[in-house]
């Protein structure tokens, strides 16, 4: 009975760690780039804290939940660097995976509109299984009552973040290190992950400039997995209100099992602080019969930094004190003149 089932662990663990995607897949990418690439973290001065749960494929049994915390902020004195962390926990049949990490950034200005950011991020995986959750003929077994299967491997990531006001490019990759995952009577190893993202603010009314059009483009690639493309389309209204839709193309055999997937995904912007975002996808494969799709949240409280006053503020702040200061003179001046006629 061991042999058996810790064979069937093998194969299923062998098969994940070649042939499928080990990171966690989210909708909702544009509002959280964080997830796939260190470099973001700084390039919105301040600090930020994020929240997310997707439920993939919900009403499968056995289906992936995961559960995601992130928070970075920016250096007081050196805001152009920022630090941060993330976890992540997947959960999906009798296998569950935490993946934690600690980045830090550095970003520089490459003209008067565009900018550049460098991120590198060192954690590590933790990978756990409930042998005795087994689903078995032998129920009595004193094994699957007890055993736990866990494995453990050193990860690192590392991304290049370019944007401007209305443009942005991110390159990364996550588990550089192709760590090795120690199970009993078999070595995992984890596979770097290829992300590339690129999207455009393109302003619909330039006089009021309240509606912005970004479309945007995400690819995914493991090797020897088949690569991803997702291709989304968000209408946002004031930064505050948005709505949107996307179609991921998966190719190989991450499409006969995945199929291509249709998203939509609405959100909104309230106190410029707080943010939520929720996502919707639908399959086009065989699981749509057991299935009624995946959903996505994610919350987001963001502190915006105080501006730095350049030499022109602090000597254009002086001139309006200046002026305060005579025009509060003259003020008291007619005041007290006012008063000795009155006399």
């Not at 003929?137 to 055993?147: C, H, T, V």
């Not at 596979?191 to 006089?207: E, I, R, S, W």
Request: one cysteine or more.
């Amino acid at each position: 009975m061991k042999i058996k089932l810790y064979t069937l662990l093998i194969i299923m663990f062998c098969y994940s760690f070649v042939e499928a995607q080990q990171q966690t897949l989210f909708t909702n990418i544009t509002l959280h780039q964080y997830l796939y690439n260190p470099a973001y973290a700084g390039a919105n001065k301040g600090t930020q804290f994020n929240l997310g749960y997707r439920n993939q494929w919900a009403g499968f049994d056995g289906a992936p939940v995961t559960f995601m915390a992130s928070g970075y902020g920016t250096f007081k004195k050196r805001p152009n660097m920022a630090a941060g962390g993330l976890i992540i926990n997947d959960k999906s049949g009798l296998l569950a995976r935490t993946s934690f990490y600690g980045t830090y950034s550095y970003h520089v200005k490459i003209n008067k509109n565009v900018n550049l950011g460098f991120g590198v991020g060192v954690g590590g995986v933790q990978y756990n299984v409930k042998i005795y959750n087994a689903k078995t003929y032998d129920k009595d077994d004193e094994f699957l009552r007890n055993n736990i299967l866990n494995a453990n491997a050193f990860d690192a990531n590392a991304g290049l973040y370019l944007y401007s006001k209305n443009f942005f490019l991110g390159i990364s990759s996550q588990q550089l290190t192709k760590g090795k995952i120690y199970w009993q009577n078999t070595i995992g190893r984890l596979t770097p992950h290829v992300y590339g993202f690129m999207g455009y603010n393109f302003q619909l009314d330039k006089k009021k400039k309240e509606w912005v059009l970004q479309p945007s483009i995400l690819y995914r690639y493991n090797n020897p997995a088949p690569y991803q493309l997702e291709f989304n389309l968000k209408c946002i209204y004031k930064e505050m209100f948005w709505i949107g839709g996307g179609y991921r193309i998966s190719n190989g055999i991450d499409k006969k099992m995945m199929g291509n997937t249709a998203s939509a995904m609405f959100g909104a912007t309230i106190s410029k602080q707080f943010t939520v975002g929720y996502s919707y996808d639908y399959t086009t494969t065989a699981l749509q019969k057991y299935s009624s799709g995946s959903h996505e949240i994610i919350l987001t409280y963001t502190k915006s930094a105080k501006k730095k006053k350049t030499v022109g503020d602090k000597i254009q702040d002086a001139d309006e004190e200046e002026l305060n200061n005579i025009d509060n003179s003259i003020k008291t001046n007619l005041k007290n003149k006012k008063n000795e006629e009155k006399k």
